[in-house]
Structures are given as structure tokens and as C-alpha cells.
């Protein structure tokens, strides 16, 4: 498919709760990004890393902090999960020099109830 | 940071018609604009993009505008065809990092 892979793919978790999601590669691009979906306000985007151990924060980062130990991993966490973070996330790579275009993975559906 | 405004949210066409989705961009820093087609269930997909420095790019039966003047930018599908029923998401980008700040979205059905 696309070298890039999301896990889970559905998650419900307890409100309080930490979840770590999970977005692989094997494209070895240098930026991945995750973004979250919510009806009415499109894509936004909570954290991005333009390398290993290299993040930064995007819009919507409150409640968020991410990893990247290793090129092809970057890792989402919800410290403790909220109802407001229920939502569909996606993770998206690119690579300078070739496009700035997307390539996005399949998201990640999280239920916190 | 950038704003990306993007209208209308929802747009009915007969298969055949034309179909044209507006976006308006903030930051003049901004230079490259993708747009982007989601399928329903599925993830956004890279359709067409064009640069600042050109002024319009056609792809079959997409094309997208760009005014720079203005700051707005538009899609437009020609000969509509069901397969286009999808969300689709305007974006820009000032290149730092290639963070992409995208629109809400508009919703596309071609009915038959």
C-alpha cells in the first residue's frame, strides 16, 4: 500500500486513561505528522517531527506529546484521555525534494467514553 | 499561523455539471496548495497541488487557480461523474517543515 501504517485502528478507552497510537513507516521520509479529523473543523494538526528526537507542537497539541526514537516511528500519546479527544487520527509523512504532498495513513478511530 | 477558509461545505451537482470549491488563504508567506479527496471511511488523498509561482493547473477534468493577489484559490471538476462524490480539503503550506494547515472540507455529491 502506501509504506505508512496506523495502529490500532479502532481503540475505546476509559476517560483518565493514558493511549499511545502508533504510526509506522517504510518510506524513510524525514517529517511525519499527526493531525486529528473532527466534523466541522477539517484536519488540524498536533505535532509534527522533522526527524528523529526532532518534534514540535502544531494547533491542537494540549493533552498530546509524541515520540520519534527511530525514523520509520512516531508515536501519539493522550496522557489521560478526554472526552473532547475522541476523534479520527491520522498520520501523515512527506519528504523534502519530492513534493511537499501528503501520504496519510488509514487513521486511527479513538472512542473515550 | 495560517487560516484556510473554505466554501461551500456541502455542494449538490448533476453528473456532468461542473463543480468549483473556493478556498481563501492568511498568510502571504504561504506558496504551495494542495488539494486533498476523502473518500467516505478512507484517507485523504493527494489530488492535485499547485505553487505561487503559477497561476493555474489542469489534470484531466481537475483544474486548480491560484490568486495570490487575493489570496484565494479554487478547484474546479469538470464533466462531474459519481466517483467524485468524496470531501474534499484545501490546504496551504509556507514550507517550514511542510506543516500543511488545511480547510473544512466540502462535500461533493453527484447524483445521477
Known amino acids: 500500500d502506501a509504506g505508512i501504517t496506523q495502529s490500532p485502528r479502532h481503540k475505546v478507552t476509559e476517560t483518565g486513561t493514558p493511549v499511545t497510537l502508533r504510526c509506522h513507516q517504510t518510506?524513510?521520509?524525514?517529517?511525519m505528522y499527526w493531525y486529528r479529523q473532527d466534523p466541522g473543523h477539517g484536519l488540524r494538526l498536533i505535532h509534527y517531527?522533522?526527524?528523529?528526537?526532532?518534534?514540535d507542537k502544531g494547533e491542537v497539541s494540549d493533552g498530546y506529546s509524541v515520540s520519534r526514537s527511530k525514523t520509520e516511528d512516531f508515536l501519539l500519546t493522550l496522557e489521560s484521555a478526554t472526552s473532547s479527544q475522541t476523534s479520527v487520527y491520522f498520520c501523515?509523512?512527506?519528504?523534502?525534494?519530492?513534493?511537499?504532498?501528503?501520504?496519510f495513513g488509514s487513521g486511527t478511530r479513538l472512542t473515550v467514553v | 499561523g495560517e487560516n484556510v477558509e473554505q466554501h461551500p461545505s456541502t455542494l449538490s451537482v448533476q453528473e456532468g455539471d461542473s463543480a468549483v470549491i473556493k478556498c481563501t488563504y492568511s498568510d502571504s508567506a504561504s506558496n504551495y496548495f494542495p488539494w486533498y479527496k476523502q473518500e467516505l471511511g478512507k484517507r485523504p488523498q493527494l489530488i492535485i497541488d499547485i505553487r505561487s509561482n503559477v497561476g493555474e493547473k489542469k489534470d484531466q477534468r481537475i483544474a486548480v487557480t491560484l490568486n495570490k493577489t487575493a489570496k484565494h484559490f479554487s478547484l474546479h471538476i469538470t464533466e462531474t461523474q459519481p466517483e467524485d462524490s468524496a470531501v474534499y480539503f484545501c490546504?496551504?503550506?509556507?514550507?517550514?517543515?511542510?506543516?500543511?494547515?488545511f480547510g473544512t472540507g466540502t462535500k461533493l455529491q453527484v447524483i445521477p
Open positions: 490546504a496551504a503550506s509556507s514550507g517550514g517543515y511542510q506543516k500543511v494547515t
Open positions: 501523515a509523512i512527506s519528504a523534502p525534494g519530492q513534493g511537499d504532498g501528503y501520504t
Open positions: 517531527s522533522y526527524g528523529v528526537k526532532d518534534t
Open positions: 518510506e524513510n521520509h524525514r517529517y
